[in-house]
RNA sequence: GCCCUCCUAGCUCAAUUGGCAGAGCAGCUGACUCUUAAUCAGCGGGUUGUAGGUUCGAGUCCUACGGGGGGCACCA
């Protein structure tokens, strides 16, 4: 196979390859279009095919990384003796940076490992070699094969002996220096920013480690992957507005789930006892620097567990993560540090309050009036609504974290079990990163009873907009079959990833966000 | 949905109070066999997001629209 793929091969220097007459560029330049920068490279891509080279190039088999070729040793050169032979090895990448030097050309090359100098000698490749590589542009991918050594100036090069071409580029790429700063360019056009912003392949890359490393984790804890529906009759297991789609055939409306949950709990009730999954959820809301329409979440339960369970799993899953990247627990963000080092405080909702809004939080009157001087309009809310505004105007965003906050008023979490000891006290925590929330578990409530009378409590104060909520009679029959207590456990893997790899914007670590059609 | 703000060459950015739209990179031509964002000489490249308006004159001021960014609202 790899002998057949061989042949296909096109090099640049093979000894017959013909030099373009003079005439022949002539009309090549007259036949130019003046203002176009693509015209010249699709006048260069014509030069290339008629040479007898594939402008798109073949299959290129056992080329090196380029991080790996970095890390080859070289020999020892010996006084008085001849120069040691250089290894040979070969490279795939894209061309992204030129200097030409008379007779003798240098190029950067790129991979998705690193970036590597090669240099092209007229000498060394011959008059209709010579002819091909000064058509090279930037941008375009090409194979290099060639002897490892160093530079005058000790560069690290591989010095050509034939080079393979494997795609031109017609589009000229952008500012050698700066790169593509365009923000919405760089969303719209990833390709551009990834080929040519490596911080931002390095991030994308390194959203991947952190997803392996979760399905790593979860695995060695003994939990299994599942896959539930995303197309959803009924949208539940979060308070958000869906996305609404049909299907033809069954005539049949139907929402993008806003979270996975009530299916996973139907898995605990069928006996799987540890199960998560990592997916996409849909939510029809704003958008903003921490909110993206679609996003991708983790959802883990573990039956007999409970919230403490899910604490020490969320631990092993960033820690695991972190890791994965590179193993670094003070991490910048932004001008400041986070110091992921676990174990990470556990406090509770109510301390957390005292503490930092300096109120009693069982004393509704102090609480209001605190409310009031903070701004927030109190007249006919509840005071456990209230107690909930003012923490978040006064805790969160104070919260250098990783901290986890528990036990949560019961008021605001309707579906999680409450204390045994303490039923005006859920048994939630969140876990905050500089006023982000990046993760959210409950000890799951199980008891059918309770499950529908909240439906129905929560129907009853649906707002019109908001009317597509339904009740989910299903879930709340699987629920009667008996589901074993269970932590539950809520990971924004995007958001995650925006801690982790320092990005202020969740779009940064969206490949391609949600974006306004072009024009 | 509301408020603020940005949009100039392929890319990165200038343009004084409203007064002839510029530079660097990239491109093209030429020189150069060890460069490092190579350098040097020369050349080309624009419906200033779109449509109106004010003005003798608009990249600049006004209005609407489109797109982006930030904020608010929304968001267990």
């Known amino acids: 196979m790899a002998l057949t793929e061989n ?18 560029q002539g009309l090549v330049m007259s036949e130019e279009t003046p203002d176009s920068l693509e015209a010249a490279r699709l006048e260069k891509l014509r030069k290339i095919e008629a040479l007898g080279l594939d402008p798109w190039g073949r299959r290129f088999d ?34 992204v940076l030129k200097r030409g030097q008379g007779k003798v050309a240098f190029l950067q090359v790129r991979d998705w490992t690193g970036t590597i100098q090669a240099m092209i000698g007229k000498n060394q490749v011959g008059e209709g070699g010579w002819a091909i590589a000064s058509e090279l542009d930037l941008g375009d991918l090409i194979g290099v094969d060639g002897g490892l050594g160093l530079t005058k100036t000790g560069e690290l090069t591989v010095f050509a002996e034939s080079l393979t071409f494997l795609g031109k580029s017609l589009l000229p790429p952008p500012e050698k220096w700066h790169g593509l700063t365009d923000i919405e360019k760089r969303s719209r056009q990833r390709y551009v920013d990834l080929a040519h912003n490596p911080e931002s392949l390095q991030a994308f890359l390194g959203r991947s480690k952190v997803v392996s490393a979760f399905r790593k984790v979860l695995g060695e804890k003994g939990f299994v992957e599942v896959e539930t529906p995303t197309m959803q009759a009924i949208a539940g297991g979060a308070a958000a507005k869906p996305f609404i789609t049909h299907h033809n055939t069954l005539d049949l409306d139907l929402f993008l789930r806003i979270a996975p949950e009530l299916y996973l709990k139907r898995l605990l009730v069928g006996g799987m006892e540890r199960v998560f999954e990592i997916g996409r959820v849909y939510r029809n809301e704003g958008i903003s620097p921490k909110h993206n329409p679609e996003f991708t979440m983790l959802e883990a339960y573990q039956a007999y567990g409970d919230y403490h369970a899910m604490m020490d799993l969320t631990e092993a899953l960033i820690v695991g993560a972190i890791e994965a990247l590179d193993g670094v627990y003070r991490r910048p963000w932004g001008e400041d540090m986070v110091d992921f080092t676990p174990p990470w405080p556990r406090r509770t909702y109510f301390d957390l309050f005292r503490e930092y809004a300096g109120v009693e939080p069982t004393d509704s009157e102090a609480v209001r009036i605190k409310a009031e001087s903070l701004g927030i309009a109190t007249a006919g809310k509840d005071p456990d609504v209230i107690v909930s505004e003012v923490f978040e105007e006064t805790v969160e965003d104070a919260l250098h974290g990783p901290i986890f906050v528990i036990d949560y008023p019961a008021a605001i979490c309707p579906l999680t079990k409450r204390k045994a000891s303490d039923p005006a006290v859920a048994e939630r925590f969140e876990l905050f990163v500089r006023g982000i929330e990046l993760a959210n578990a409950y000890t799951e409530l199980n008891d059918p009873l309770l499950q529908e009378k909240l439906f129905q409590g929560q129907l009853a104060g649906q707002k019109a907009e908001d009317s597509m909520a339904k009740m989910d009679d299903d879930f709340v029959r699987a629920l009667k079959h008996a589901m074993p207590p269970a932590g539950g456990l809520g990971v924004g893997i995007d958001r995650l990833c925006m801690l982790l790899l320092n990005k202020a914007s969740i779009r940064d670590v969206i490949l391609f966000p949600l974006m306004r059609p072009e024009q």
Do not use: M, Y
């Open 62 to 95: 056992d080329h090196q990384a380029i991080e790996s070729v970095r890390q080859v040793a070289l020999p020892e050169k010996v006084e008085g003796a001849d120069e040691p032979p250089r290894p040979r090895v070969r490279i795939a990448g894209r061309i």
């Open 7 to 24: 042949r296909h091969w096109l090099k640049f220097w093979l000894k017959s390859a013909p030099v373009p007459s003079a005439s022949t």
